[in-house]
């Protein structure tokens, strides 16, 4: 069984056609799906699925391009007594992005910083999004983490080597996305054959990102699997070695997650 370790069911593209997703995850031995918290406000939504699934849990947290609407008044407290329902597994996605930079940089700081104590304090993993800010992703994670420790994901991993051997150094695990499968994504391939298999996840960052061959349809959970399969090539090891692999790292590090239930 392989797990989506990111989507977003709860935007419309798939959340439209739930019951035909979750068909077909099925389908493809997609067992469990973590699908994300992106806005505050629209995390009802993103809850009732959860509730609705057994093999279903999500996160809470705003994502660095809602910082600017949402980030800078939220408070540890209020990501706490949300992460506090069963469901709820994960802080984020929080994080950097200076790609798009559509919230001010210093206020998606403030919030990650936000994000990162709600982490530790409550022991549940930071999922964090970075995107063209290598440096401060790196300096940020290791200031927070010598004030105190917290376990954590770099989701869609796509930053330069340094973000994954830094994150790594403080205990974190790497999410590998569709774009591993892109013909033009080189630098990330010759990054996946290098990192250890004990710290590899898989997912989709669906509706987004839909990996080869599936390129320019709406993504979903089921096609984790073409994502595994190139892992497993770059890694040069069996595909269902991958698969078991990165479940259970998915488990150890949601480890809030009862797997009886899954
Ligand atoms: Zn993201
Ligand atoms: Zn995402």
Known sequence: MLVDSHCHLNFEQLSSQMDDVLRRAELANVGHMLTIGTKLRE???????????????????IHPHEAEEEGADVTVDQLLKLAAHPKVVGIGETGLDYFYEHSPREIQKQSFRIHIEAARQSGLPLIVHTRDADQDTIDILTEEYAKGPFTGVIHCFSSGWEVAEKSMEIGFYISISGIVTFKAAKDLQDHVTKLPMDRLLVETDSPYLAPVPNRGKTNEPSFVTHTAAKVAELQGVDPAMIEETTTNNFFKLFNKIDRKVS
Request: aromatic share 6%.
């Open 43 to 61: 995390f009802p939504s993103v809850l009732s699925i959860a509730e609705q699934h057994d093999n279903i849990h999500c996160s809470v947290g």
